[in-house]
T-cell receptor
């Protein structure tokens, strides 16, 4: 029961450019989380934004949430080669008995 | 060091065999999860546990079994009934229960290949 869908599926940029990834979901949520996964590794939590928040920052990361459009975006500013990874959004549904639901991810490649 | 560990890193299984993947955490987290990841895909939830001796099926539990005898440990058995078990398996844990929707901490994963 995947709810979040990331867009684009893949993104290639040069170092120093900004990278924007989007996540759309279907049902109302408690919060939305973004994770990063380096190739062949486990996921690392980046940021959590609650349904009553519109924007959150963490270092070079900026996350927005628009609950009316059921969408979120993750912006990475001044990208570095080390940002090369897959990025997943995960939605926490407002539905009892349902665990966190992960999307299929956006693969970001940053070349130097 | 606090964290979550998985072993082995790579596992090869012959068809018809059961195999058990280990997951241990020393974060004192109540909730633990098992996910399966196929190439180019997101994570699909297999099983999760919110407390010792209790666990719930996720979206793709068929062919898998789990146990939670200790808070620190949540092993996953891939049985011979799982038709296509070749995948990357990830274990995670979180504070509170699964419906607190707190951030999840992931292990490094186990890559299972069926020969």
């Amino acid at each position: 029961s995947q709810q979040g869908e990331e867009d684009p599926q893949a993104l290639s940029i040069q170092e120093g450019e900004n990278a924007t990834m989007n996540c759309s979901y279907k049902t109302s949520i408690n919060n939305l989380q973004w994770y990063r996964q380096n190739s062949g590794r486990g996921l690392v939590h980046l940021i959590l934004i609650r349904s009553n928040e519109r924007e959150k920052h963490s270092g070079r990361l900026r996350v927005t949430l628009d609950t009316s459009k059921k969408s979120s975006s993750l912006l990475i500013t001044a990208s570095r080669a080390a940002d090369t990874a897959s990025y997943f959004c995960a939605t926490a549904p407002n539905q009892a008995g349902t665990a966190l639901i992960f999307g299929k991810g956006t693969t970001l490649s940053v070349s130097s | 060091d606090g964290g979550i560990t998985q072993s082995p890193k790579y596992l090869f299984r012959k068809e018809g065999q059961n195999v058990t993947l280990s997951c241990e955490q020393n974060l004192n987290h109540d909730a633990m999860y098992w996910y399966r990841q196929d190439p180019g895909q997101g994570l699909r939830l297999i099983y999760y546990s919110q407390i010792v001796n209790d666990f719930q099926k996720g979206d793709i539990a068929e062919g898998y079994s789990v146990s939670r005898e200790k808070k620190e440990s949540f092993p996953l058995t891939v049985t011979s009934a799982q038709k296509n078990p070749t995948a990357f398996y990830l274990c995670a844990s979180s504070i509170g229960n699964a419906y607190s929707y707190n951030e999840q901490f992931f292990g490094p994963g186990t890559r299972l290949t069926v020969l």
